[in-house]
């Protein structure tokens, strides 16, 4: 069974300051997928941004990018010029469907605060 | 279409009675998921749906839960003689093959189980 982990369970940055949340993941398959997901309070959950693993190039939508290192089995993800509206609890999400699933696998998440 | 919509948005019931949940998906995607978030958690996978087909279920989804999703359209996940461990976010997404796996997730049923 593939486990997803986010070490930090809290974090805070300055409004216009990057960020890097981290997220390791454990999985035998070789094709699968790497999403982060954002909840913000009282507010449903949108996608961020995704990562397909056969992929070399990480992943960037906007201010969001990540640093996926497959060998490492580490996807974090880096917020620059942090703003306000990113306050949010930040999911990291595995699905493989390699296996013929297409479950998503979420790690516990990191609360992540912006101050002004 | 505005995404994915739940109804009710909170449940409050005692134990012992039984729940019913419906989620509607986007119109034109053929997969649909339940998962459920305990305060604290990340969402956690309970079963899934292609078009109308159950094609997995997790161990937690115990013989308490049953989930339906008729004509592959909407579906519905009862909880039969809930119990208090059952107070939880109960989530739907969905998502369709050509959208690079994205699941779209509704704002969810809050469940009180007193």
């Known amino acids: 069974a593939q486990t997803v982990t986010q070490s930090q369970p809290e974090m805070s940055v300055q409004e216009a300051e990057t960020v890097t949340l981290s997220c390791t993941y454990d999985?035998?398959?070789?094709?699968?997928?790497l999403f982060w997901y954002k909840q913000p309070p009282s507010r449903q959950m949108i996608l961020v941004i995704r990562?397909?693993?056969?992929?070399?190039q990480n992943a960037t939508e906007n201010r969001f990018s990540v640093n996926f290192q497959k060998a490492a089995k580490s996807f974090s993800l880096k917020i620059s010029d942090s703003q306000l509206g990113d306050t949010a609890m930040y999911f990291c999400a595995f699905m493989g469907p390699g296996a013929g699933s297409y479950q998503l696998t979420f790690g516990k998440g990191t609360k992540l605060s912006v101050i002004p | 279409d505005t995404g994915v919509s739940q109804d009710p948005r909170h449940k409050i019931t005692k134990r012992g009675q039984n729940v019913t949940f419906r989620c509607d998906p986007i119109?034109?995607?053929?997969?649909l998921y339940w998962y459920r978030q305990t305060l604290g958690q990340g969402p956690e996978f309970l079963t899934y749906f292609q078009n109308e087909a159950q094609l997995e279920k997790s161990r937690l989804l115990s013989d308490r839960f049953s989930a339906e999703r008729p004509k592959g359209s909407f579906s519905t996940l009862e909880i039969q003689r809930t119990e208090q461990g059952d107070s939880a976010m109960y989530l739907c997404?969905?998502?369709?093959?050509?959208?690079?796996?994205?699941?779209?997730f509704g704002p969810g049923t809050r469940l009180t189980v007193l």
């Open positions: 119109s034109e995607h053929n997969r």
């Open positions: 990562q397909e693993a056969y992929k070399q």
């Open positions: 997404a969905s998502s369709s093959p050509g959208l690079g796996n994205e699941q779209f």
């Open positions: 999985t035998s398959e070789s094709n699968y997928y």
